[in-house]
């Protein structure tokens, strides 16, 4: 493998202090070359700087992720940005491989592999649906079709793509992923894939974290289609309801007849998916400038 260009590696963080110690611990394993920066983005309010192997920058000046990933990106000039959630755990050698091969002239966004955590059988009903269903792969955006996006839970961009388009935008809570790939695709920029650069998605352990995940991204969603129309279609009520119960009850028989724990999860979960996600869509999305904001969302 050749030699690469240089890489500023951005993650947003909101959480305890606690919580804060243990991402920087794991992030000292990420392999960094020359030019290359590092830096942790802390969204949380009264949270201090921090220097170090992995620098801390305090950003509490407004509660959005797009708000600590531009702060971050702003840091350096390297000509890449890479940016993925305090939730996964990145390869050591996660920046060499989004450049095997290096991308393309023209193409601004490179999604990299999203591997939902592995977990034993026994593991939470919620950790293990995540599992079994890769409900965080790059597979679930990229399979839009004309509305396909790398999801900034792993991902690489351009700069220059980045600055011209303006950055994140960072008056939202969910969705400036798409938001930001859908304004690059309209400048005639490019979205490629790079599976084998992955980071593993450390899954919600309950069911409240889990059903929360799925109406923030619901408020996304509906942000979306209202932006873009056509790009998150609403999925009709009577219909989503009368397909849930069936695929539960379906399912639910199976799994006693097998004492098949994984069909059950499936069962009630894949509904209770959907049903989440619907629900979220009539939150509001949006975050004006100065609303305070619990510390998780």
Not at 31 to 41: F, N, P, R
Not at 61 to 73: D, E, K, L
Not at 208 to 217: A, I, N, S
Request: hydrophobic fraction near 40%.
């Amino acid at each position: 493998m050749g030699s690469r260009p240089p890489v500023a590696v951005v993650v947003p963080f909101r959480g305890s202090l606690p919580e804060r110690d243990g991402l920087r611990a794991r992030l000292r394993s990420l392999q960094l070359a020359e030019g290359d920066s590092l830096v942790v983005v802390d969204n949380t309010p009264g949270h201090s700087p921090a220097d170090g192997p992995v620098p801390v920058l305090a950003a509490a000046g407004h509660p959005s992720p797009g708000y600590a990933r531009n702060r971050g990106a702003k840091r350096g000039q390297a000509e890449w940005l890479l940016f993925f959630d305090s939730d996964v755990v990145p390869r050591a050698d996660l920046l060499e491989r989004y450049f095997d091969p290096p991308p393309g002239e023209r193409t601004a966004l490179v999604g990299g592999g999203v591997v939902d955590e592995v977990v034993a059988p026994d593991a939470p009903t919620a950790a293990r649906y995540a599992h079994i269903r890769g409900l965080m792969g790059q597979d679930n955006t990229f399979s839009w079709g004309e509305w396909a996006f790398a999801q900034t839970s792993n991902a690489l961009c351009r700069r220059e793509a980045f600055e011209a388009a303006g950055g994140f935008r960072e008056d939202i809570r969910a969705g400036e992923d798409a938001d930001l790939a859908y304004r690059l695709k309209a400048a005639g920029w490019r979205l490629e894939r790079r599976e084998g650069a992955s980071v593993v998605h450390l899954s919600r352990s309950t069911m409240r974290d889990f059903v929360g995940q799925q109406m923030l991204h619901g408020a996304g969603g509906a942000w979306l289609d209202r932006h873009y129309p056509g790009s998150v279609p609403r999925k009709r009520w009577p219909g989503l309801v009368w397909w849930s119960v069936r695929v539960a009850a379906v399912g639910l028989v199976g799994a006693a007849r097998r004492r098949d724990r994984d069909a059950a999860i499936v069962a009630v979960l894949e509904p209770l998916e959907n049903i989440a996600y619907e629900l979220g869509r009539s939150r509001s999305n949006e975050r004006p400038p100065g609303r305070r904001s619990p510390a998780r969302t």
